[in-house]
T-cell receptor, first 110, second 116 residues
Framework: GQQLNQSPQSMFIQEGEDVSMNCTSS?????WLWYKQDPGEGPVLLIA?????ELTSNGRLTAQFGITRKDSFLNISASIPSDVGIYFC??????????FGDGTTLTVKP | ETGVTQTPRHLVMGMTNKKSLKCEQH?????MYWYKQSAKKPLELMFV???????ENNSVPSRFSPECPNSSHLFLHLHTLQPEDSALYLC???????????????FGEGSWLTVV
């Protein structure tokens, strides 16, 4: 089955720094989604990408759908303490399968 | 508020109890899902329903029994669970099954289950 490699596994950064995380796969996806999960809550959708090469922003967040359709990255600019949480990528295939990455745990030090 | 509501948010049950988790989506979606999230493990897809029919069952033990009476409601019936079943159970929905253009999965807030 499809596997997503999400990296890094965890990040410890200073408030104000920029953050970058990515997901790669050997499989092709036709949709990439990025979620954030706060402790004790369900994942909340941040950005959805539907076309290869697409670059989409949501406030301080920017995500791109890789041109090969096998990868995606998420950038957070000027991080703030409330950015703390676990970030997940998810890929959907034409065959109707969805796969989630293992998550990137972000810690922001004030 | 994502439009997907789960109840209860927290549940403690004994190994001989029978309980149910409930999920309701107010988004007019056709597909609904149950995921399990254990500590320090990735999301595990348990069941997928499309238009009230089960389309995927990922080798889940029979002590977990899903029910989808209509496209807006999804239940997970729990019976004789084990302590290792303690986890966050997430319900989700999407307009159609993954793979359809423009499709996105939306999650509920989760039900924390503790089996004692």
């Amino acid at each position: 089955g499809q596997q997503l490699n999400q990296s890094p596994q965890s990040m410890f950064i200073q408030e104000g720094e920029d953050v970058s995380m990515n997901c790669t796969s050997s499989s092709i996806f036709n949709t990439w989604l990025w979620y954030k999960q706060d402790p004790g809550e369900g994942p909340v959708l941040l950005i959805a990408l539907y076309k290869a090469g697409e670059l989409t922003s949501n406030g301080r967040l920017t995500a791109q759908f890789g041109i090969t359709r096998k990868d995606s990255f998420l950038n957070i600019s000027a991080s703030i303490p409330s950015d703390v949480g676990i970030y997940f990528c998810a890929g959907h295939t034409n065959a109707g399968k969805s796969t989630f990455g293992d998550g990137t745990t972000l810690t922001v030090k004030p | 508020e994502t439009g997907v509501t789960q109840t209860p948010r927290h549940l403690v049950m004994g190994m001989t109890n029978k309980k149910s988790l409930k999920c309701e989506q107010h988004l007019g979606h056709n597909a609904m899902y149950w995921y399990k999230q254990s500590a320090k493990k990735p999301l595990e897809l348990m069941f997928v329903y499309s238009l009230e029919e089960r389309v995927e069952n990922n080798s889940v033990p029979s002590r977990f029994s899903p029910e989808c009476p209509n496209s807006s409601h999804l239940f997970l019936h729990l019976h004789t669970l084990q302590p290792e079943d303690s986890a966050l159970y997430l319900c989700a929905s999407s307009q159609d099954l993954p793979g359809q253009p423009g499709n996105t999965i939306y999650f509920g807030e989760g039900s924390w289950l503790t089996v004692v």
